[in-house]
């Protein structure tokens, strides 16, 4: 196992990382930005390091300044948690050049998976159902225009390079189409480097559900079941539960299933989440691979009892999964709520000072935090705070516990999202299971 | 005169208008990125760009004047 290795990342993720780390006797270094001084995972670290100003550009981004520290510092191995470097094939080049193990898997992958046409041709031809869809760039408006006739309208305009929803766009009819399309374009050019768009058909109202796989570097893959993830805002994730309230134990195995075909086929290692929508009819299809560990791996290692992070670490180490498929356990039922610092009806973000900070604790409750009374939320990184994770025998259990944890917890000094996570929580579409992507439009915004 | 502020704290990502431009109350003059989000901020009154306070880049903090109009 490693002795020392760095984490390139910050708040909560930071810290989660480190914490395995303490627990498997691994010693850590952390970075910070200017901005992050004073914050949680400086103070956990071992030792810790400035990188750079506020700024996630001259600090969490500063690949040549960590790789730096990372050899000042004899750390063998570089965790990059998730948002920030994680997904960064050129990243995971400059570590392995530089002798350093990048935790995560290699830098081709990352790349071909990083790219969505790249990534839709590579499911295609191992046979996992993809979304209908075009595997080139469209040339022009007047391709993408065909293109829609050809599927029938809506479709769902997206930039190659996207993520987290931007350059992401639903059209309903050609008028629309026309008048998205460049916009789209630039948009994607301006924030990616790379104006690539592409159309795939709409299915509506999905469900999200996705499949955590972990693969070893010997070609053992394993999946460690579903998440269901379609409560979103701004297509970003704000609940997360597992098991799926929708999946039968069929499609749960033939997901599983194609999960591993996948990430086999792409020789892949590493701890890695398979996306998929599933339509009304049970019907899946691939949306997208992401190469690292994800925000919500904790109502994974729920029900599983594994420790994601530290599966992480013994495959970068190249161990051998301990484990085959029969031996992965599912019991009980877990939910995720990603706590953020955002007015909850607008969801415009709130910077600020936290004045009071008071978490739930108590059986089956989870907490996943980097901030506390006197923290600063500063402007320059994501809104999320803080995760509540909560478990239950049943998914009843679960929804209960979750509705008492969000009644005590208390947040003051910024706006977060608790408001409506409490309405999530009670809603009894949310407690009939009925998670399909468009929920907080329908149930929370509408007030339906 | 009106002054267009800053609702929260962030980085100038756009700026939509310069000195001598039109603008109606509610259209975006300037586009800020906080917390990983672009937050188009809007004229509340109609007018005429009489200075533009900041510039693309700039950090401004909540209430900060990023336009003024006549």
Redo the contacts between chains.
């Keep these: 196992m490693f002795k020392k290795i760095l984490i390139a990342n910050r708040g909560e993720i930071a810290v989660r990382v480190m914490r395995t780390c303490m627990a498997l006797n691994i010693r850590t270094v952390g970075i910070y930005s200017e901005a992050d001084a004073a914050a949680p995972h400086v103070k956990m670290a071992d030792e810790a390091y400035q990188v750079g100003g506020p700024?996630v550009n001259e600090s969490y981004l500063n690949m040549d300044k960590i790789i730096e520290i990372a050899k000042q510092t004899g750390a063998e191995a570089i965790h990059p948690g998730y948002g920030l470097l994680s997904e960064n094939a050129v990243f995971a080049r400059k570590c392995e050049e530089a002798g350093i193990v990048f935790i995560g898997p290699s830098p081709e992958v990352i790349a071909r998976m990083g790219s969505k046409i790249e990534s839709r041709i590579a499911m295609e031809k191992v046979g996992v159902p993809v979304v209908p869809g075009i595997a080139h760039p469209l040339s022009d408006v007047e391709e993408a225009a065909q293109v829609a006739d050809r599927f029938g309208y809506p479709v769902m305009l997206k930039a190659s390079a996207g993520g987290?929803g931007i350059g992401m766009q639903i059209v309903r009819n050609e008028e629309e189409l026309r008048k998205a399309y460049e916009g789209n374009k630039k948009r994607a050019t301006d924030f990616f480097g790379d104006g690539a768009m592409y159309i795939e058909k709409c299915i509506e109202n999905p469900r999200h559900v996705e499949i955590q796989v972990l693969a070893d570097k010997q070609g053992n893959t394993v999946y460690l079941w579903e998440r269901e993830c379609s409560i979103q805002r701004?297509h970003q994730k704000v609940v997360e539960e597992a098991p799926s309230p929708f999946l039968d134990e069929a499609t749960r195995t033939r997901m599983g299933e194609a999960a591993v075909k996948a990430a086999q086929s792409l020789g892949y290692s590493n701890a890695g989440t398979i996306e998929f929508l599933v339509d009304r009819d049970k019907n899946f299809y691939f949306l997208e691979m992401n190469t690292r560990l994800q925000v919500e791996h904790p109502v994974t290692e729920e029900i599983t009892g594994l420790d994601l992070v530290e599966q992480q670490l013994r495959i970068a180490c190249g161990e051998p999964l301990g484990f085959v498929q029969n031996d992965v356990k599912r019991e009980g039922h877990a939910i995720e709520v990603r706590i953020y610092?955002?007015d909850p009806k607008t969801?415009?973000?709130?910077?600020g000072t936290i004045t009071k900070f008071v978490v739930p604790e108590g059986t089956g409750i989870r907490n996943e935090l980097a901030v506390g009374e006197g923290s600063t939320v500063?402007?320059?990184?994501?809104?999320m705070i803080a995760k509540l994770v909560v478990k239950g025998d049943t998914r009843e259990e679960a929804i209960h516990r979750l509705q008492h944890a969000l009644a005590a917890y208390e947040v003051e000094g910024i706006k977060t999202n608790i408001p409506m996570l409490r309405e999530i929580a009670d809603h009894p579409a949310f407690r009939s299971g009925d998670t399909t992507t468009g929920f907080v439009a329908h149930y929370i915004q509408g007030k339906k | 005169m009106s002054q267009v502020l800053a609702?929260?704290?962030?980085?100038v990502w756009k700026v939509l208008v310069k000195a001598g431009d039109a603008v109606e109350a509610g259209q975006d003059v300037v586009i800020l990125e906080?917390?990983?989000?672009e937050?188009p901020i809007a004229a509340e009154a109609t007018g005429t760009v009489k200075e533009v306070k900041i510039n693309e880049g700039d950090f401004v903090n909540e209430g900060d004047v990023l336009v003024e109009l006549e």
């Design positions: 700024r987290g701004r610092a955002e969801f415009f973000p709130s910077p500063t402007p320059f990184y994501d809104p | 609702s929260m704290a962030g980085n906080s917390m990983k989000m937050i």
